[in-house]
């Protein structure tokens, strides 16, 4: 997800453009719109995609409810990557809380294991490899291809962050699986962008500045706000946790707010992590 080069998005294009078939009625126009998102996409810290591509994805393919049945990987995906990303999602399920804020059981439900893998496997249907638009990138979700399946990258085994930070890349790309609302395409974050110190604001995976990159979100419900609540949660109120796993939970939690640019809904996560 993270990162996002122009080389990626050719290769993406091109398989893009041979899945999809003859339009019978006026379409837009999916290369320049990839064209062009590829052009936004080459300063983006995460792997990015645009409203405009959510809405083709959606047409392209209609919702259908989910029954959480799990998911497959592909043939290709290599066995330690395979043992790397079920052996995260075996934490995760192992996770149990006594209580959880407002929003978290509006999103995932309990601090708890089995909400968490219910999530998960009712939007996650496949994952496949992709290079995910970034040399950084460890895993993305590409709705104009599928809107149900993740990707990860080479770099999924080679992770230099936690476990519990790779999860939230992991859950972060778990929610652009909805189609139902246009994938949760992201904001671009302000110009200039700054922390309380007024220094730049810099992504924690790539140190790269965010300030104008389609990296911020305006709601506590999309990517960024969600796995944020996911995450600060499990700081405060995971019961069965080690205590890094709890300081790390928090670390990548609070940078992440950082991302959410619009005011009331910042503040509204603030308060909600308060309850
Ligand atoms: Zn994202």
Same mark, same amino acid.
């Given at each position: 997800?993270?990162?996002?080069?122009?080389?990626?998005?050719?290769? +993406?294009?091109?398989?893009?453009?041979?899945? #999809?078939?003859?339009?019978?009625?006026?379409?837009?126009?999916?290369?320049?719109?990839?064209?062009?998102?590829?052009?936004?996409?080459?300063?983006?810290?995460?792997?990015?995609?645009?409203?405009?591509?959510?809405?083709?994805?959606?047409?392209?393919?209609?919702?259908?409810?989910?029954?959480?049945?799990?998911?497959?990987?592909?043939?290709?995906?290599? +066995?330690?990557?395979?043992?790397?990303?079920?052996?995260?999602?075996?934490?995760?399920? =192992?996770?149990?809380?006594? *209580?959880?804020?407002?929003?978290?059981? !509006?999103?995932? =439900?309990?601090?708890?294991?089995?909400?968490? %893998?219910?999530?998960?496997?009712?939007?996650?249907?496949?994952?496949?490899?992709?290079?995910?638009?970034?040399?950084? +990138?460890?895993?993305?979700?590409?709705?104009?291809?599928?809107?149900?399946?993740? #990707?990860?990258?080479?770099?999924?085994?080679?992770?230099?962050?936690?476990?519990?930070?790779?999860?939230?890349?992991?859950?972060?790309?778990?929610?652009?699986?909805? %189609?139902?609302? =246009?994938? #949760?395409?992201?904001?671009?974050?302000?110009?200039?962008?700054?922390?309380?110190?007024?220094?730049?604001? !810099?992504?924690? #995976? %790539?140190? +790269?500045?965010?300030?104008?990159?389609?990296?911020?979100?305006?709601?506590?419900?999309?990517?960024?706000?969600?796995?944020?609540?996911?995450? *600060?949660?499990?700081?405060?109120?995971?019961?069965?946790?080690?205590? !890094?796993?709890?300081?790390?939970?928090?670390?990548?939690?609070?940078?992440?707010?950082?991302?959410?640019?619009?005011?009331?809904?910042?503040?509204?996560?603030?308060?909600?992590? !308060?309850?």
């Amino acid at each position: 997800m993270l990162r996002a080069a122009i080389i990626v998005l050719a290769a +993406a294009t091109a398989s893009y453009a041979g899945e #999809w078939s003859a339009p019978a009625a006026p379409q837009p126009n999916i290369e320049a719109m990839q064209e062009a998102a590829s052009q936004a996409r080459q300063g983006s810290d995460l792997y990015y995609f645009t409203k405009e591509e959510a809405a083709v994805a959606a047409k392209k393919f209609p919702f259908q409810p989910r029954t959480g049945r799990g998911f497959t990987f592909d043939a290709d995906v290599p +066995a330690d990557i395979q043992k790397q990303m079920r052996a995260d999602l075996e934490f995760i399920k =192992g996770i149990a809380g006594e *209580k959880a804020s407002a929003l978290h059981k !509006k999103i995932f =439900g309990s601090v708890n294991g089995a909400d968490y %893998t219910k999530f998960f496997e009712t939007r996650v249907t496949a994952i496949g490899m992709n290079s995910c638009g970034s040399s950084n +990138a460890v895993a993305c979700v590409i709705p104009f291809r599928n809107p149900s399946k993740m #990707w990860l990258t080479q770099n999924f085994i080679r992770f230099s962050h936690p476990q519990i930070s790779r999860m939230m890349v992991v859950f972060h790309e778990a929610r652009h699986t909805e %189609t139902k609302s =246009g994938n #949760w395409s992201h904001a671009y974050c302000p110009e200039p962008f700054k922390d309380e110190n007024g220094k730049d604001m !810099k992504s924690i #995976w %790539t140190g +790269a500045v965010l300030a104008g990159e389609p990296a911020c979100d305006e709601t506590p419900l999309g990517s960024y706000g969600s796995s944020t609540i996911m995450l *600060k949660n499990i700081s405060l109120n995971c019961a069965n946790c080690t205590d !890094k796993v709890k300081m790390d939970a928090g670390l990548y939690a609070d940078d992440q707010l950082g991302r959410i640019i619009d005011a009331d809904a910042k503040r509204q996560m603030k308060d909600d992590f !308060k309850q």
